[in-house]
């Protein structure tokens, strides 16, 4: 085995991300020691169970002591909480990442408590499912997938470039962005679709008429991708709405005029203009599978194992 990319890597948050991780770095040998530390007693003993690091920790201070690479996979709404409890324990040199799905927010909530002798590399891997919890995570989670950073200006480039060449062992493709486009870029392809799905849903099951059981009976294909997205972690997407407002909240805007304008072609019986837009659409989707971006449906859990959460 060639030698790991880090001596200890710490994991702050053991749910599908951090598991994902630790699986991976085990797989591939990325870490001498991986140190694991989470909120609830009981979610540590589930990582311990399954074997997923080498230490485990009540506390997120003591678990970053002897890190080299400290990687935070909570919701984004606990960042900067757990900066503040662990900025003070970090080694000099190591490197402080995360994985949250919004970034500016992170930013401001993490920076002020990472001292000045440890780099910070915020990330993001786009790269996900439906499920949550130490279970649901899988080594392959990564491959294939992009790992967005968004390193603050002035950042080390040789931390950069480490945490770069261990996104990229874990099969991802590294790419840098500004976080404000970022928020805004993951805005529209990845927190709409999801606020869609909940709304979509949320919607099948206010009307009488087509609740429960006739909406698990007949829902086509189509309505279950919006079930299998609504069915992501509450408190995850609860937090990406709130530390995303902004770039939402525009993108809400722009969907909605959108949508009014569909509505008005379809009161006003313009089959052309649904035509035209329907056309439109397809090309997107075939354009996405032409460039390998997309196999079939549902695209990010592919590799995923079926466990009971998912039922
Ligand atoms: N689920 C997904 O598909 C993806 C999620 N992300 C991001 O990754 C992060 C983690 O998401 P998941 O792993 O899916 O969530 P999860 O719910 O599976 O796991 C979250 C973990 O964080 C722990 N935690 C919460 N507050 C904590 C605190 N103050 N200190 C220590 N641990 C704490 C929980 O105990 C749990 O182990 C989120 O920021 C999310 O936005 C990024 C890409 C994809
Ligand atoms: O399950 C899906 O379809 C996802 O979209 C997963 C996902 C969720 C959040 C992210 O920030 C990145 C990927």
Known sequence: M????????????????????AR???????????????????????????GLGDSYFGSNAEAVAKADLVIVSVPVGASEAVAREIGPHLKPGAIVTDVGSTKASVVRQMQPHIPDTAHFVPGHPIAGTEQ????????????????????????DAGAIARLAEFWEACGSTVEEMDPDHHDLVLAIVSHLPHIIAYNIVGTADDLEAVTKSEVIKYS????????????????????????????????????????????????????????ELFTRTRGIRRSIVEAGQDTDAPNFGRNAPKTDAAE
């Open 220 to 275: 086509a294909s189509g309505f279950r991708d919006f079930t299998r997205l609504a069915a992501s972690d509450p408190v995850m997407w609860r937090d990406v709405c709130l530390h995303n407002k902004d770039a939402i909240l525009e993108m809400l805007a722009r969907f909605s005029e959108d949508l009014s304008s569909l509505q008005r072609a379809i009161r006003w019986g313009d089959g052309d203009k649904l035509f």
């Open 2 to 21: 060639t030698k790991p990319l880090f001596e200890t890597v710490a994991l702050i948050g053991i749910g599908l991300i951090g598991s994902s991780l």
């Open 24 to 50: 991976v770095i085990r797989a591939k040998g990325l870490a001498g020691e991986v140190a694991i530390a989470t909120r609830s007693a009981e979610t540590l003993e589930a990582a311990r169970a399954l």
């Open 132 to 155: 949550s919890g130490p279970q649901a995570g899988f080594a392959e989670l990564f491959e294939g997938r992009w790992c967005i950073l968004t390193p603050p200006a002035g950042t």
